[in-house]
């Protein structure tokens, strides 16, 4: 079947780095906007990035300048550099192939996949 499936993570220090990937099985990422959301306890879940097909990316104003999204299209994958991570950044991540971020909107309900999350702490 196909789904979404995340790796990286975990814990760094603040100031510090994490790349998150995320690749697609059985069907192709390169057709579709990625979004990556992130969700720590007690918050709701909030849109960080979204990279469209044509690679154009959109950030929110928490992360902008310090997350970076890409994608490999031979690779069938979707990246999000993190740097600068801060103490305010800890949360589950997650990657779907959906986005709602800076006035753009994708969703295809033929393709509604969401990663299973990934654990990012930043703590000293």
């Known amino acids: 079947q196909a ?4 790796s990286g993570g975990g814990l760094v ?12 099985s059985r069907f192709t ?4 906007t990625i979004g990556w959301f992130r969700q720590a ?10 990279i469209s097909s044509d690679r154009t990316t959109y950030y ?3 992360v902008k300048g ?17 740097n600068e991570l801060k103490p305010e950044d800890p949360a589950v991540y997650y990657c779907a ?6 006035g753009h909107y994708y969703r295809d309900s033929r393709y509604d996949y969401w990663g299973q999350g990934t654990q990012v702490t930043v703590s000293s």
Do not use: I
């Not at 789904?3 to 995340?6: A, E, G, I, K």
């Not at 990422?29 to 579709?32: P, R, V, W």
């Not at 306890?41 to 979204?50: F, L, Q």
């Open 97 to 102: 192939t959906q986005c709602n971020l800076g």
């Open 41 to 50: 306890p007690g918050k709701e879940r909030e849109a960080v990035s979204c």
């Open 60 to 62: 929110a104003g928490s």
């Open 3 to 6: 789904q979404l499936v995340q």
């Open 13 to 24: 220090q603040p100031g510090g780095s994490l790349r998150l990937s995320c690749a697609a």
């Open 29 to 32: 990422l390169e057709d579709h």
């Open 66 to 82: 310090r997350f970076s999204s890409s994608r490999d299209n031979a690779k069938n994958t979707v990246y999000l550099q993190m």
